[in-house]
């Protein structure tokens, strides 16, 4: 009976998971291995028996904990798959990469549990299931983990085999080598950073040696070290200037002769890992090429790339690259960006936020002047590329708010805002000065303490140091222009129903996708009481929620009461703890409905919140809207019961 048992076992390979077999749970499994959300509760995720002691669960726990950590973000494949009855055994392999070394095979076992497939707590193995003791059983569990054992090896070494040739086809099919034999090494540099921009990892390895009939001694280094930098979203810092999109990259040095070849970058360095609140530095980096002889070109990495170092903070730092390179770094950049001459002053500030808001920053040296002064024109420069680290931090939402415009004859200057999310009530004001020459309008470097006045902007720069004062103290105000500011709530009835859902959900698509600028042009706010400072800190928050979340609200009502509807909201997961319950009042304005953002009330059953939803209407009543106050409460009550029907039931103990 034994042998007959083992002999009706099923030995599928197959390339996919499909739904409700043994290959979807394993696949399940290794995806919620790698993300480390195994629950370990008998009947949740895996067969684990509910008689395994706490010992015993820890240290399946700590093995299942540092497997996670092993398997890459890679995507996963189902492999050879063995079904015996109620039992099954998977091969789930990752063998997307290109390093022979990330291939890895995971033996998962499996229990079927009426018409669902449970996975073994323990990979390779059947260990600690819920499978009670049969000799017939034991027979099939020990072929099955014999099996997996086995298979596990042969089917790892087969991926290993095969991925050369694998290699080999895929950089063929991006890189021919007629191109290393016939471009010039500042073309194949350039092929060598657009392959790093859109991380296109083949073309990268055919550059580095991938295409040769004898690969470098040194290959499985650059393939390893390439596996790496390109694995994670961010970039280690050796990385950083090769890869990384906040940095301009430009060719200062070009060397060599028909059979090597170096080339030398200035890299101006404002990617987000560069740092905070410094000015970006210049580095150097050098790459050098060297022709086989096959007459194909190979790209040389760096030793740091190949070992992942970090630059050295005093090796290559602006100031301390050599002069004659910086002070030659200005002409070079004119020749990479050539000036770009806008007709009026305006156009060439609206021009200078766009670019500051592209996912690069090198269309910025376009609309710059590198005239005159190399250390000035650097330091422009690199106060540009500062501002545009700070709009493009991955830890907030940053962007720039008009706040003033003054020009005169052929000077101009624009004053900004730096809106934050994370600090929405924080001034940061940025003075951007313009001048007409040449044909045209463009940025200037900005001035140093001490620097003489250019006489196109004595004028402007005499009027900017007047009414700054008045743009720092006033800038709330100025930065809310497009949000309509109201001296009391409006009266009449509030806006309809279909209008209102309408800005709302325009509203809130806004806050999740950033665009602060018809976030803030969607609402409305009272001018007393710090009506401004109470919206950009609301602002703030619903735009920091968002980032992390990647959402915004879900809609459970809308309710009318005099001069309000409002939004009766969810955000989040009914089911979450964590799930808020805010309520969104809008009002009726010329410009029609806007969200009064600066009122914040949830039902969130807390006497903090509760204490908070007070102080809300208690402002509305101060401020002589006692009826209005007393309508919005009414509107609350609806939306907390709305909330509590929401919410799902607390199951009994």
Same mark, same amino acid.
């Given at each position: 009976?034994?042998?007959?048992?083992?002999?009706?076992?099923?030995?599928? @390979?197959?390339?996919?998971?499909?739904?409700?077999?043994?290959?979807?749970?394993?696949?399940?499994?290794?995806?919620?291995?790698?993300?480390?959300? !195994?629950?370990?509760?008998?009947?949740?995720?895996?067969?684990?028996?509910?008689?395994?002691?706490?010992?015993?669960?820890?240290?399946?726990?700590?093995?299942?904990?540092?497997?996670?950590?092993?398997?890459?973000?890679?995507?996963?494949?189902?492999?050879? !798959?063995?079904?015996?009855?109620?039992?099954?055994?998977?091969?789930?392999?990752?063998?997307?990469?290109?390093?022979?070394?990330?291939?890895?095979?995971?033996?998962?076992?499996?229990?079927?549990?009426?018409?669902?497939?449970?996975?073994?707590?323990?990979?390779?193995?059947?260990?600690?299931?819920?499978?009670?003791?049969?000799?017939?059983?034991?027979?099939?569990?020990?072929?099955?983990?014999?099996?997996?054992?086995?298979?596990?090896?042969?089917?790892?070494?087969?991926?290993?085999?095969?991925?050369?040739?694998?290699?080999?086809?895929?950089?063929?099919?991006?890189?021919?080598?007629?191109?290393?034999?016939?471009?010039?090494?500042?073309?194949? !540099?350039?092929?060598?950073?657009?392959?790093?921009?859109?991380?296109?990892?083949?073309?990268?390895?055919?550059?580095?040696?991938?295409?040769?009939?004898?690969?470098?001694?040194?290959?499985?280094?650059?393939?390893?070290?390439?596996?790496?930098?390109?694995?994670?979203?961010?970039?280690?810092?050796?990385?950083?200037?090769?890869?990384?999109?906040?940095?301009?990259?430009?060719?200062?040095?070009?060397?060599?002769?028909?059979?090597?070849?170096?080339?030398?970058?200035?890299?101006?360095?404002?990617?987000?890992?560069?740092?905070?609140?410094?000015?970006?530095?210049?580095?150097?980096?050098?790459?050098?090429?060297?022709?086989?002889?096959?007459?194909?070109?190979?790209?040389?990495?760096?030793?740091?790339?190949?070992?992942?170092?970090?630059?050295?903070?005093?090796?290559?730092?602006?100031?301390?690259?050599?002069?004659?390179?910086?002070?030659?770094?200005?002409?070079?950049?004119?020749?990479?960006?050539?000036?770009?001459?806008?007709?009026?002053?305006?156009?060439?500030?609206?021009?200078?936020?766009?670019?500051?808001?592209?996912?690069?920053?090198?269309?910025?040296?376009?609309?710059?002047?590198? /005239?005159?002064?190399?250390?000035?024109?650097?330091?422009?420069?690199?106060?540009?590329?500062?501002?545009?680290?700070?709009?493009?931090?991955?830890?907030?939402?940053?962007?720039?708010?008009?706040?003033?415009?003054?020009?005169?004859?052929?000077?101009?200057?624009?004053?900004?805002?730096?809106?934050?999310?994370?600090? @929405? /009530?924080?001034?940061?004001?940025?003075?951007?000065?313009?001048?007409?020459?040449?044909?045209?309008?463009?940025?200037?470097?900005?001035?140093? @303490?001490?620097?003489?006045?250019?006489?196109?902007?004595?004028?402007?720069?005499?009027?900017?140091?007047?009414?700054?004062?008045?743009?720092?103290?006033?800038? /709330?105000?100025?930065?809310?222009?497009?949000?309509?500011?109201?001296?009391?709530?409006?009266?009449?009835?509030?806006?309809?129903? /279909?209008?209102?859902?309408?800005?709302?959900?325009?509203?809130?698509?806004?806050? !999740?996708?950033?665009?602060?600028?018809?976030?803030?042009?969607?609402?409305?706010?009272?001018?007393?009481?710090?009506?401004?400072?109470?919206?950009?800190?609301?602002?703030?928050?619903?735009?920091?929620?968002?980032?992390?979340?990647?959402?915004?609200?879900?809609?459970?009502?809308?309710?009318?009461?005099?001069?309000?509807?409002?939004?009766?909201?969810?955000?989040?997961?009914?089911?979450?703890?964590?799930?808020?319950?805010?309520?969104?009042?809008?009002?009726?304005?010329?410009?029609?409905?806007?969200?009064?953002?600066?009122?914040?009330?949830?039902?969130?059953?807390?006497?903090?919140?509760?204490?908070?939803?007070?102080?809300?209407?208690?402002?509305?009543?101060?401020?002589?809207?006692?009826?209005?106050?007393?309508?919005?409460?009414?509107?609350?009550?609806?939306?907390?019961?709305?909330?509590?029907?929401?919410?799902?039931?607390?199951?009994?103990?």
């Amino acid at each position: 009976m034994k042998s007959l048992l083992l002999a009706l076992a099923l030995v599928t @390979p197959v390339l996919a998971a499909d739904s409700g077999t043994p290959a979807e749970a394993a696949v399940r499994f290794v995806e919620k291995l790698r993300g480390g959300q !195994v629950d370990l509760a008998p009947g949740a995720d895996t067969a684990l028996s509910a008689a395994t002691g706490k010992d015993k669960r820890e240290m399946i726990a700590a093995r299942i904990k540092r497997l996670s950590r092993e398997i890459s973000a890679d995507r996963v494949e189902v492999g050879p !798959v063995k079904q015996d009855g109620d039992l099954a055994a998977v091969l789930v392999r990752q063998a997307a990469g290109f390093d022979p070394g990330s291939l890895r095979v995971i033996a998962i076992g499996l229990v079927r549990k009426g018409d669902q497939w449970l996975p073994a707590p323990v990979p390779g193995s059947f260990e600690n299931t819920s499978l009670g003791y049969d000799e017939s059983r034991a027979g099939r569990i020990a072929a099955l983990e014999a099996w997996m054992t086995r298979e596990q090896v042969v089917d790892l070494s087969t991926l290993r085999d095969q991925s050369a040739e694998r290699l080999h086809k895929e950089i063929g099919g991006k890189i021919q080598k007629e191109v290393l034999q016939k471009e010039k090494p500042p073309e194949l !540099v350039k092929r060598l950073l657009t392959a790093c921009a859109t991380r296109d990892q083949a073309t990268m390895l055919g550059l580095i040696g991938g295409l040769q009939k004898d690969l470098p001694r040194d290959w499985s280094e650059r393939l390893g070290a390439v596996g790496r930098a390109f694995s994670k979203e961010t970039f280690e810092p050796a990385w950083r200037l090769l890869a990384a999109p906040g940095v301009i990259r430009s060719v200062v040095l070009e060397d060599g002769d028909d059979q090597h070849a170096a080339i030398t970058m200035a890299c101006l360095d404002a990617s987000a890992e560069s740092g905070r609140g410094t000015l970006p530095h210049i580095r150097l980096l050098s790459l050098d090429l060297e022709k086989d002889p096959e007459g194909l070109w190979r790209i040389d990495l760096p030793a740091a790339l190949l070992r992942s170092d970090p630059p050295d903070p005093h090796g290559d730092e602006d100031g301390i690259v050599g002069t004659d390179y910086l002070d030659a770094l200005p002409a070079v950049w004119r020749r990479q960006f050539p000036l770009a001459k806008l007709d009026t002053a305006k156009a060439a500030s609206e021009a200078v936020v766009a670019a500051l808001r592209a996912n690069t920053p090198d269309s910025l040296l376009t609309l710059l002047d590198l /005239e005159g002064d190399p250390e000035q024109a650097r330091l422009g420069a690199s106060r540009l590329a500062l501002i545009w680290r700070d709009l493009h931090s991955p830890r907030d939402l940053t962007t720039l708010l008009p706040i003033g415009f003054i020009e005169k004859n052929d000077g101009a200057v624009a004053s900004y805002q730096v809106f934050s999310s994370r600090q @929405p /009530e924080r001034a940061d004001l940025r003075m951007l000065y313009f001048v007409k020459r040449n044909g045209g309008w463009h940025l200037i470097p900005g001035l140093r @303490p001490g620097d003489q006045v250019q006489p196109e902007l004595a004028e402007v720069k005499a009027q900017a140091d007047t009414v700054a004062p008045d743009w720092t103290k006033d800038w /709330e105000d100025l930065a809310l222009a497009d949000s309509p500011a109201l001296d009391s709530v409006p009266g009449g009835e509030g806006p309809p129903e /279909e209008a209102t859902r309408g800005i709302f959900n325009e509203w809130s698509k806004a806050i !999740v996708a950033g665009d602060i600028g018809t976030s803030i042009r969607l609402t409305a706010h009272l001018k007393r009481d710090r009506g401004t400072a109470r919206l950009l800190r609301n602002l703030g928050y619903e735009l920091t929620g968002a980032l992390k979340t990647g959402g915004h609200a879900t809609i459970l009502g809308v309710i009318r009461r005099g001069p309000w509807t409002a939004i009766s909201a969810r955000i989040g997961n009914a089911a979450d703890p964590a799930a808020t319950y805010p309520l969104y009042p809008l009002v009726a304005t010329p410009d029609g409905p806007r969200v009064m953002a600066e009122i914040d009330l949830f039902a969130n059953g807390n006497r903090t919140r509760d204490f908070l939803n007070v102080a809300a209407w208690s402002r509305l009543e101060a401020g002589g809207n006692t009826d209005a106050a007393a309508q919005l409460r009414e509107i609350y009550e609806i939306h907390r019961k709305n909330a509590e029907s929401d919410r799902p039931p607390i199951p009994e103990k």
